[in-house]
């Protein structure tokens, strides 16, 4: 959601988050369709998504890209930033 350091991450990054609920909120896979993504970013962190929870998002959302990335890079703020490449 917004206002999260994760979005801010993003945003750095040329991301557009899709989800204008401020925080954390839970998404059906309803809301997520009707958001339709172009890109899914799996977070292994703090949840620790697998390549399973991507090959089940791209059945539900077929159009978009899916792809798992570092959530330490991506959500924990501090020292951690500078392996960032």
Not at 11 to 34: F, M, Q
Not at 65 to 83: A, F, P, T
């Amino acid at each position: 959601g917004k206002n999260t350091f994760i979005d801010d991450m993003l945003s750095h990054l040329g991301y557009e988050n899709l989800v204008i609920e401020e925080r954390y909120p839970e998404l059906s896979e309803d809301d997520i369709s009707k958001l339709n993504p172009d890109q899914i970013l799996f977070s292994s962190e703090p949840f620790p998504f697998r390549d399973e929870h991507m090959i089940d998002a791209k059945q539900l959302f077929p159009a978009a890209q899916c792809e798992l990335v570092d959530g330490e890079l991506y959500s924990w703020y501090g020292s951690r930033l500078s392996k960032w490449k």
